[in-house]
């Protein structure tokens, strides 16, 4: 079936350090590929998206680009601020209403 | 302003009692859901709902029921059958456009607590 694979976390940086969150995806067909962002007692809000291959989604100084050669999206930042510090989710829809979401990467930036 | 209202934000349940989320959308979007968040689990799904009168069970269905009587509404009840409720709830809204760019929209939660 499909599924979403993220790296562990907690991923703790300094300010203005590079971001990188590894997502890797396991589907049939092509499908669309989202990150989302938590704050803390919040609900989940779109941060990018990317619907085929070689796509680029960015927002707010983020980036993440659909590989499909290696089932990856990973999620990049050129220079992280505190106000990022939050829970990121990596997330697929493929054919259907079901989005299947990566168990979520905590990112802690340091001032 | 569109978006997805869940209320109340927290709920305390005694052991052996239902209870009802409550979620509504006024972005006139056909696909409702909802999910269940647990610390390092990431969101599972629950249930979810295409149309009206219409809704499938999800990965954890277990436990809980919902109803789809109307399109803005998608109310989730957390019945005593649930062995551990405690967790926070999440309910997403989305429409079909035939394509592949549809993105869920989340409301901002509810915390339920069990004493």
């Known amino acids: 079936g499909n599924s979403v694979t993220q790296m562990e976390g907690p991923v703790t940086l300094s300010e203005e350090a590079f971001l990188t969150i590894n997502c890797t995806y396991t589907?049939?067909?092509?499908?669309?590929l989202f990150w989302y962002v938590q704050y803390p007692g919040e609900g989940l809000q779109l941060l990018l998206k990317?619907?085929?291959?070689?796509d680029k989604g960015s927002n707010k100084g983020f980036e993440a680009t659909y590989r499909k050669e290696t089932t990856s999206f990973h999620l990049e930042k050129g220079s992280v601020q505190v106000s990022d510090s939050a829970v990121y989710f990596c997330a697929l829809l493929s054919g259907t209403y079901k989005y299947i979401f990566g168990t979520g990467t905590r990112l802690k930036v340091l001032a | 302003d569109g978006g997805i209202t869940q209320s109340p934000k927290y709920l305390f349940r005694k052991e052996g009692q239902n209870v009802t989320l409550s979620c509504e959308q006024n972005?006139?979007?056909?696909?409702m859901y909802w999910y269940r968040q647990d610390p390092g689990q990431g969101l599972r799904l629950i249930y979810y709902?295409?149309?009206?009168?219409?809704?499938q069970k999800g990965d954890i269905a277990e436990g809980y029921s919902v109803s789809r009587e109307k399109k803005e509404s998608f109310p989730l009840t957390v019945t005593s059958a649930q062995k551990n409720p405690t967790a926070f709830y999440l309910c997403?809204?989305?429409?079909?456009?035939?394509?592949?760019?549809?993105?869920?929209?989340f409301g901002q939660g509810t915390r339920l607590t069990v004493v």
């Open positions: 997403a809204s989305s429409i079909y456009s035939g394509g592949r760019d549809t993105e869920a929209f």
């Open positions: 709902s295409q149309i009206v009168n219409d809704f």
């Open positions: 990317a619907t085929k291959a070689d």
């Open positions: 972005l006139n979007h056909d696909a």
């Open positions: 589907a049939t067909g092509y499908p669309s």
